[in-house]
C-alpha cells in the first residue's frame, strides 16, 4: 500500500512539471500577436468570431458607424457601394478582422457582399 501511494505522489510530482513547463511554452507563443501561433485549426487572426478579440480596430472606415443598428437587407445602392469599396480596399489578411471589426459596432455587412466577404476569408483559411 505504501508503494502505492509513494508512486501516485510521483507520478502527481512528474505531471506538475511537465504542465508547468508546458505551460510556459504556450505563453511565450502567444505573445508573438502578429503570427498566427500555429495551435489552432483556424488561425485567430482569420477567425469572424467578435469573441476572439473585444478590441474595435477601424480600417479607415469610421463612416460606417452611422449604420450601426441598421439589419443587413434595409441598405440601398448607395450604402452597399460605400461597404464595397471598404472591402476591396483592404489586404486579404485584414477581411476577417474587419468583418469582426462590424460585429463589435454592431453593424451588419449588407447581405449583397456577405458572399464576397466570406469568399475571401474562405481562400484565405485553405
Not at 36 to 56: F, N, P, T
Not at 94 to 110: N, T
Request: with cysteine.
Amino acid at each position: 500500500m505504501f508503494y502505492l501511494i509513494l508512486g501516485l505522489v510521483v507520478l502527481g510530482c512528474i505531471a506538475a512539471a511537465i504542465g508547468y513547463f508546458r505551460k510556459t511554452e504556450i505563453s511565450e507563443v502567444q505573445e508573438l500577436p502578429e503570427v498566427c501561433c500555429g495551435q489552432h485549426e483556424i488561425c485567430e487572426r482569420d477567425s469572424l468570431l467578435a469573441a476572439v478579440s473585444r478590441k474595435i480596430e477601424y480600417y479607415d472606415d469610421e463612416e460606417l458607424d452611422r449604420f450601426s443598428g441598421i439589419n443587413a437587407g434595409a441598405y440601398d445602392n448607395e450604402s452597399v457601394d460605400e461597404f464595397r469599396e471598404v472591402l476591396y480596399t483592404l489586404h486579404e489578411v485584414e477581411v476577417a478582422g474587419w468583418l469582426r471589426s462590424l460585429q463589435l459596432r454592431s453593424i451588419e455587412l449588407p447581405d449583397a457582399l456577405k458572399d464576397e466577404a466570406f469568399l475571401i476569408v474562405g481562400e484565405r483559411r485553405v
